[in-house]
């Protein structure tokens, strides 16, 4: 029997189980390039981590001044990602550990990102991770993406569980802000290090500064273990 008692853990996709962020950055580098912003840089990419597809494109319309529709931008970079996704996007070796550590003792477990249902689909089966995350929800599945709580509550019901005992793993501002606003407890694993001060990540349960480099399964399910009477 788990040592969790009650308590469900969501993942965040991007950044948290996955690398895909080079992935995000490289499609949206070309698709810009093609409508006319040939110097889009890593750094500017960053200040989108954690935001939607479909949010960020809006934002690239309006601060770009880009003739294409939102919609036409969304797509555009939709089918540039997918292509990157499936041909290289690595599992983080101690994620992979930690859903299967959770599998094999029954913990409920589900999957809320900002990406379109494909990307996560393409994801999950070319990884392998769909094996053990079948409860899923993308942001565009929900009224509005994060940091609003929506995809959180949302996977919650689809678990059938009380948000008050889910505790959700992310990498990015936005996401911690969410799962703070669901009620939800949070393990915040940032993927940008510069943003591990944002006031966001201070509601966070546990903050490991060191992102990825710090985490490992055994330590994050000790550390569920210890603090699952407070869920």
């Not at 969790?4 to 698709?31: C, H, K, M, W």
Request: aromatic residues 8%; contains cysteine.
């Amino acid at each position: 029997m788990s040592k969790l008692g009650t308590l469900s853990v969501i993942f965040d996709l991007d950044g948290t189980l996955v690398d895909s962020e080079p992935n995000y950055y490289e499609a949206g580098r070309q698709i810009l390039a093609e409508h006319g912003v040939p110097d889009f840089t890593w750094t500017e990419h960053e200040r989108y981590v954690g935001i939607s597809t479909l949010e960020t494109v809006g934002l690239w319309k309006r601060e770009y001044g880009l003739d294409a529709s939102v919609e036409q931008l969304f797509a555009a970079k939709n089918r540039r990602y997918l292509e990157l996704a499936r041909a290289n996007t690595p599992v983080y070796p101690e994620m992979r550990k930690f859903v299967e550590l959770l599998a094999s003792e029954g913990v409920p477990t589900a999957v809320a990102s900002g990406s379109s249902p494909q990307a996560i689909e393409a994801i999950l089966r070319g990884t392998g991770l769909d094996t053990f995350l079948r409860t899923v929800v993308s942001a565009d599945e929900v009224e509005r993406g994060k940091p609003a709580p929506h995809v959180f509550l949302e996977a919650a019901r689809r678990l059938g569980v009380d948000p008050a005992h889910c505790v959700v793993l992310e990498d990015a501002a936005p996401g911690a802000a969410a799962a703070h606003a669901a009620g939800m407890r949070c393990i915040a694993i940032p993927y940008v290090a510069a943003q591990a001060d944002a006031p966001e990540f201070t509601t966070a349960s546990l903050l490991l500064r060191g992102g990825q480099a710090e985490f490992t399964a055994r330590s994050a399910y000790d550390w569920l273990a210890r603090t699952a009477s407070s869920s």
